[in-house]
């Protein structure tokens, strides 16, 4: 578990527009839980960086993952689908944080095994406000498995 004096979590955000990349980290450095944002444009460079690979070799495995469902290249949900299907992985509980509302993606995403699926709100202070909740839960309330 992620005690707030222990350390300082880990939270791969993986999303490809900078405003909204730049309002996510924002509002996690906002938060009373100790977090280092990681940034990731895209689902590879997310990968990457999970797996532990290339200049992301010396990285520390996230605590969460917020995971954007519309990335260029491989989307959110073949991204998904791959971290939960590696051994290494699966046990990072992975969020999918996206403007989609569709029923089929909800169901999808649960399906791929995704741990919580969020649509963004469109009011920054509900956005915020979900955002604090999500933290609060995934990083103070549940306990973790150790890296």
């Known amino acids: 578990m992620i005690a707030i004096d222990e350390k300082v979590a880990d939270v791969l955000l993986v999303e490809d527009n900078p405003a909204e990349a730049r309002l996510l980290a924002e509002v996690i450095r906002g938060s009373p839980v100790r977090i280092n944002p990681v940034l990731a444009m895209n689902g590879d460079e997310a990968l990457a ?11 520390r495995r996230p605590q969460l993952v917020l995971l954007d469902l519309n990335l260029p290249g491989r989307d959110g949900r073949e991204i998904l689908k791959e971290i939960k299907s ?27 095994h995704a741990n919580c699926f969020i649509s ?3 009011e ?4 915020r406000r979900v955002l604090g909740s ?14």
């Open 49 to 59: 960086y999970l797996r532990r690979q290339g200049r992301h070799a010396s990285a």
């Open 86 to 112: 590696d051994p290494e992985l699966l046990r990072i509980p992975v969020v999918i944080l996206t403007t989609s509302g569709s029923a089929r993606d909800v169901a999808r995403a649960y399906d791929a």
């Open 120 to 122: 963004k709100p469109s």
């Open 124 to 127: 920054l202070d509900e956005y």
């Open 134 to 147: 999500l933290i609060e839960f995934w990083l103070r309330i549940v306990k973790l498995p150790a890296d």
